[in-house]
């Protein structure tokens, strides 16, 4: 499978925000869960929020539950992440990933993604 292309990334100052997309090389995500994950320096990929396939429903970890929003574009071609009241701990390399697994993971279930792209960097620092 080819990984998804993240971008929008950057350096932002804490109570900033961001606007992160992801987009598909060749194909569209209309079809497709779309998870957003996380990986912080030191530590392991961590899921924050999905979008499902069939109707819509958005989900969230409860690290950033009411400062993120998820959201696809009218064409099905690319999902956003939107970030708000960017904390320093928020500092990561991003990764969405097609979520085969239809968000199961926040109702209690897993995730099961294909490979990872590049990611990209967000940095919150004053």
């Known amino acids: 499978q080819v990984p998804l292309v993240e971008s929008g990334g950057g350096l932002v100052q804490p109570g900033g925000s961001l606007r992160l997309s992801c987009a598909a090389s060749?194909?569209?995500?209309?079809?497709?869960?779309i998870g957003w994950f996380r990986r912080a320096p030191g530590k392991d990929y961590e899921a924050i929020s999905c979008?499902?396939?069939?109707?819509?429903?958005?989900y969230y970890a409860d690290s950033v539950k009411g400062r993120f929003t998820i959201s696809r574009d009218n064409a099905k071609t690319t999902v956003y992440l939107q970030m708000s009241s960017l904390k320093p701990e928020d500092t990561a390399v991003y990764y969405c990933?097609?979520?085969?697994?239809?968000?199961?993971?926040?109702?209690?279930?897993?995730?099961?993604?294909?490979?990872w792209g590049q990611g990209t960097l967000v940095t919150v620092s004053s």
């Open positions: 990933a097609i979520d085969f697994e239809d968000c199961k993971y926040y109702t209690g279930g897993h995730y099961l993604v294909g490979d």
């Open positions: 060749g194909f569209t995500l209309d079809n497709s869960a």
């Open positions: 979008i499902n396939s069939s109707d819509g429903n958005t």
